[in-house]
């Protein structure tokens, strides 16, 4: 089955540096790569998704880029700001089904 | 305009006891999915329905784990003879069909503890 790895862990950076996590996936038939974001306590959130068409997507301060040949694809916060904060999960699913998580990246940006 | 609901938001468990978890997916999804997620951990699949039909249970841990969504809508997650490994947050999910819109909308999870 897929399997999904997620790095770093804990990410630190200060308000209006960049953030980059990246992740890897091991079955190359995967076509759709969404990454959630969750706060303490509360449920995961959509913030960006790219299918397998596509190399580079684009939502304001958030960009996601997918390299299939590499089998890997990588969140970018640009002008991170302190509500940035939060644990970042990536994923990975065939059909456009089931979803297989990283184990997330705690992102903290201090002001 | 409702999102995912789940009930009960938290439920305490002594070893041994049954527990039922019910998930209210956003009106028109047949697509439902139940993920389980250890503290610091990513969720993780359990089973999957599309309507009333059950397409993959191959994530459910034991056959202590069954899940149901008997009219295509609600769905109930439920654990038998619960043990302390089962403590996690149970997260569902909803979709469109397949190929309409990829986007799973989830709940805001029952958090289960087993003493």
């Known amino acids: 089955g897929e399997n999904v790895e997620q790095h770093p862990s804990t990410l630190s950076v200060q308000e209006g540096d960049s953030a980059v996590i990246k992740c890897t996936y091991s079955d190359s038939a995967s076509n759709y790569f969404p990454w959630y974001k969750q706060e303490l306590g509360k449920r995961p959130q959509l913030i960006i998704d790219i299918r397998s068409n596509v190399g580079e997507k684009k939502d304001q301060r958030i960009a996601v880029t997918l390299n299939k040949t590499a089998k890997h694809f990588s969140l970018h916060i640009t002008e991170t700001q302190p509500e940035d904060s939060a644990v970042y999960f990536c994923?990975?699913?065939?059909?456009?089904?089931?979803?297989?998580f990283g184990k997330g990246t705690m992102l903290l940006v201090s002001p | 305009g409702a999102g995912v609901s789940q009930s009960p938001r938290y439920k305490v468990a002594k070893r041994g006891q049954d527990v039922a978890l019910r998930c209210d997916p956003i009106?028109?999804?047949?697509?439902l999915f139940w993920y389980q997620q250890a503290l610091g951990q990513g969720p993780e699949f359990l089973t999957y329905f599309q309507n009333e039909a059950q397409l993959d249970k191959s994530g459910l841990p034991s056959d202590r784990f069954f899940a149901e969504r008997p009219e295509g809508s609600v769905s109930t997650l439920k654990i038998q003879r619960t043990q302390q490994e089962d403590s996690a947050v149970y997260l569902c999910?909803?979709?469109?069909?397949?190929?309409?819109?990829?986007?799973?909308?989830f709940g805001p999870g029952t958090r289960l503890t087993v003493l």
């Open positions: 999910a909803s979709s469109l069909p397949q190929g309409v819109d990829n986007e799973q909308f």
């Open positions: 994923a990975a699913s065939l059909g456009y089904s089931t979803l297989t």
């Open positions: 009106s028109g999804h047949v697509s």
